[in-house]
């Protein structure tokens, strides 16, 4: 296969490839703004949890984001109130916050290993010897710069 067939190979796979995946970028968009505001409450609404305990407990457990907490040592009876996203966004938050002990893990290496195929393969879409070509490299030189300067600071 000579560098012109497996540059328009690499161009038909990322075309396509970058449809197929469109739905999922915009999904992932969304779930990964929400969770930029997790600290927040803006896209939460308050739910009262109602559990049976351990009777009898002189410390309860830390509940991490409860308010309002009620526990009943008699009968074990715990209320709390925590902030939760709603049922859909809360699916998707879960989706982003993946790990390897779920089964969407493997969404997100498959997300991860297309875009890691779309960087390398965006340059398979200009001659090497073009301006455009050199200018694709300083944007992402500059690309690179700017995220270790946001990580550093």
Not at 72 to 100: R, V
Not at 102 to 128: D, K, Q, R
Not at 130 to 147: E, H, N, R, S
């Amino acid at each position: 296969m000579n560098n012109r067939n497996l540059s328009n190979k690499v161009r038909v796979i990322h075309r396509y490839l970058g449809f197929f995946l469109a739905g999922i970028m915009f999904v992932y968009a969304l779930s990964g703004i929400t969770l930029t505001f997790r600290d927040k409450d803006y896209f939460k609404k308050p739910i009262v949890v109602e559990k049976t305990i351990e009777k009898g407990l002189e410390n309860l457990p830390n509940i991490k984001g409860a308010s309002n907490v009620e526990y009943n040592s008699e009968t074990g009876g715990l209320s709390y109130t925590q902030m939760q996203p709603p049922k859909i966004l809360g699916a998707l938050e879960k989706m982003h916050k993946a790990t390897s002990s779920t089964p969407l893990y493997f969404l997100n290496v498959f997300f991860g290993i297309s875009l890691l195929f779309f960087v390398f393969s965006a340059y398979w879409m200009f001659l090497p010897q073009t301006d455009v070509f050199k200018k694709a490299i300083y944007y992402t030189v500059a690309g690179i710069v700017l995220t270790f300067i946001m990580i550093l600071v």
